[in-house]
Each structure stands twice: as C-alpha cells, then as structure tokens.
C-alpha cells in the first residue's frame, strides 16, 4: 500500500489577472488545497494585486511555482484534469466535478500525485495542454449562462474534492451539555400533562375524534425533538394556561 | 399533487457592497437561480456596481426585489434556511449544503417555496433572522481558513442545488457521429492483426509467456475505448511499422 497522496496541485495556464490569482488562491485554501502552480503568469510573479485580492490565503502564494510550459508544471503528476467549456476535435473522457472529486480521491488514495488545468480567463485551455490530460473536466451549469469566473470555477471543482472526504453529518441538532435532547419518558411525561389539561377544559368534545387528535398533538412535539428544558418550559406553559400541575392537581 | 416549486430564493440581509451583490446574481445565474431578495441594502438600489460585477446576470438585478424587513422578505416562502458560520444558543437543525440541496428539492417538488438567507458581508445574521429559519446552514471548509467571499458562499449551495437535480452523465465520451466507438468484432481483429505481427517479429520469444502478454495488450487496447476511426489508424500503424496487413501478407 502507498500512503496517500497530498491534495490535487491546481495549475493555472497563462493567468491574466492577479486578482483572479489571489482569489483562486483563497477559494483553494478554503477547500484545503496549497499547491498553486501557473504557467506564465501574464504579469509575472510575484503580483501585489494577488496578495491584496487573497484575503489572508498568503501561505498559498508563497509557496506558489512558476513554470514555462503546461508539461513541465504536470511533469511530477499521475493523473491530470483539464477544465473546458467543450471539447472539440479529441475523443477523451468528459467528467463533471463530483465524478472527478471520485476519481482524484480514488487516485490520490493509491498515492497518485494528481493536478487540474485551468486555462486563460477569456480563452480557455488550447487543445494542445487538453491533449496533456487524462480527462477533461466540465462544469453543467445553467446552459443559458455558464460564464464562471476563474475563482468561482477553482472553488466548485475544490468544494467537491473536499466534500467527497467530509465527514460533517448532514444534518445535526445543536442540542448543549445543559440542554441535551428528552428521552421518551419525560416527552410521554409532557403529552399526559397536556391531555390531562385539555380533558379538564373540554377540547376533547367528540370522544370518537380523541384519538386521532391526541396523535396528531404528539407527532407534532416528537416533530419538533424537544431538549429536557424546553420540556420543561412547555410543562410551564401548560400550567400558565390551565391552572393544571401533572397529576390533575391545581397550580 | 401540488405544481413543483420555482427554485428557491436568495435573500441578501443588509448586504454592504453593490459589487458583492453583482457577483451574488452571477453565481445565482449560473446555477439557474433568478429571484434575489436585498432587506436593506447599505448603499441603496438600483446600484451601478452591481450592474458591472453580474457581467450580464442583468436579469436577475432588474427582477431584485426590497424589503425593509427579513419577515417581509420571506412571508410568501414555506421552508427557510439560515447560512451562519456557527449557531449560538439556539437550538435548530445544522444542515450541510448538499443536505440542504435534497430538503430544498423534496420541499420544492411539493410545491412549498423556499428561500435562503445571507447575513451582511462582516457580521453574517443575527439571531433573530437565524430564528425565522427551519434549519441553519453551515458550509464545512478548511477549519483553518473558512473566510467565504458572499458570492462564493451563495455559489456552493446553488451549485448543490443544482446538481441535486442535474442528469448531466458522470462520465461519458466524445464520439462524433463520424467516430463511433469500435464495435467487439473491429477490436479483436485488430488484436489480431498486432499479435501476427508481433508474431512475425519475434517478439513472444517466451512461448509460455505469450498468454499474459496478449492478455496485458488486449486490455491496455480495451481500456482505451477505442473509435473506428482509431482502429483504421493503428492498423495503420501496424502495417507502417511491421510491413505486414492483416491475414500476414506483406504491405
């Protein structure tokens, strides 16, 4: 077994802007990435306008490399993706961002150094650097108005590199030490105290109906996954309204 | 069954910089996103900065709508998210952007309308906006650098909005209707043709060796997803380098 390789090396082919760089810079650090390599950059190197557009990603311009040609800036990698609106003229694979997040994982987790091409803003990769790739890479955005800034680009192909790793559970509660979740005895606790005010007041008109209403009130409370001390503010509330301590007894 | 939903809304609260609201249109364009909401916009509206950051989102500029309040802003919409770096004492559901995406989707396919909301560049929402909201939505980036530019922050979560739904395939390949991939039949005998050539020249010195060296070529060749067109010309190319056609006459 090899060990992992390190994070996917964005390569940026001919930069124009400095301040794309510098965002790309912060997009890649947001997502975990530090190794920046740009080919050619059109104003040279290093650029104040990077550094001032990065908003504190320095570390990843400063260890950035520069290099004369697209080949000698991949020359170290395993497998390469390059960025294209279309693929023209070349039989080559096409992958969207989240089948290359896989296939960068995959790779990367036999020890594969991998890296992924970006070309000029306006122009694109030339089917030359295309040709250098394993596949290409090509973002479905909406098919009226796919214009994605350089950084904007580098950040969704980033995002799902890192997302296809994360381990965030997708949904939690912010439940705290003083106020963890109710188990089910106080919650059957509260649904008795409630049903014991609402039968004194006389909601529960049409016996027949009691069941159904009594299930839909506590589908309704288990829904909302009370903590211990809301349980106890809606033991509160109902003795506020019906003068009714559990049990039957007043307040 | 209700008409699924339109997509859902952004809501910008007190965004500071026209040219963060541009770049807010953009990315919501991108994704397929039309209907932005601004409650209190520092420097007023219509902003000319916003205009020159969309780079042609102008739609969605045009269609914005104010509020003074975040109510207002959302009292037509049935599910709400919150985006907030971190949750303070308050007790909601945290939900990932790609969770968010399926509750978004299954709500909308229903015919509930929804709405994200966006706090101010610096301070993000107060927790009295994050109260109106069904869930909180926290976007988990690099611990040590999670500064997200608000377009960025609006870029990720339509993005995973839009792949929620997107049937873009994962992985295809480029064959024109002029290269269609080689059918089983034209790749055999293209085995074939290589194999009695290297015959011819010698190359199976190791008789017992020649099954796994045939079976190593075959499967290079297979993996390579050959067109027609490519089979025509490596035939080619075993003709220009060994002098010999398929059948095993000469050139």
Redesign the interface.
Same mark, same amino acid.
């Given at each position: 077994m090899s060990a992992p390789a390190a994070p996917p090396a964005i390569v940026l082919v001919e930069p124009q802007l400095g301040e794309n760089i510098g965002?790309v810079a &912060?997009?890649m !650090?947001?997502?975990?990435l530090t190794d920046l390599r740009l080919v050619r950059p059109r104003d040279g190197w290093p650029n104040p306008k990077a550094v001032a557009a990065a %908003?504190?990603?320095d570390l990843v311009l400063e260890t950035a490399q520069i290099y004369e040609t697209t080949a000698a800036a991949i020359a170290d990698l395993g497998y390469v993706l390059a960025t294209t609106a279309r693929?023209r003229d070349?039989?080559?694979?096409?992958?969207?961002p &989240?089948?290359a997040a896989?296939a960068l994982r995959s790779r990367e987790a036999a020890g594969t150094r991998c890296g992924i091409l970006f070309g000029p803003e306006r122009s694109g990769l030339v089917n030359e650097d295309v040709g250098l790739a394993d596949?290409?890479l090509t973002v479905?955005?909406?098919p009226?108005?796919? %214009?994605?800034?350089l950084?904007?680009a580098v950040? !969704?192909i980033a995002?799902e590199w &890192?997302?296809a790793a994360?381990t965030?559970?997708?949904? &939690?509660?912010?439940?705290d030490e003083t106020?963890p979740p109710a188990d089910k005895a106080k919650l059957l606790n509260l649904f008795e105290h409630l049903e014991e005010a609402l039968d004194a007041a006389g909601f529960f008109r049409v016996e027949a109906k009691r069941p159904a209403m009594v299930q839909n009130l506590r589908a309704l409370f288990t829904r909302a996954a009370l %903590?211990e001390q809301?349980v106890r503010t809606l033991h509160g509330v109902i003795v506020a309204l019906s003068g009714l301590r559990k049990g039957g007894g007043p307040a």
């Open positions: 965002t &912060r997009a !650090l947001n997502c975990g %908003s504190g990603a693929l070349m039989l080559k694979p096409v992958v969207t &989240r089948a896989a596949a290409a479905p955005l909406n009226a108005f796919t %214009s994605l800034n950084a904007q950040l !969704l995002w &890192r997302v994360d965030t559970p997708a949904e &939690r509660l912010t439940y106020a %903590s809301e």
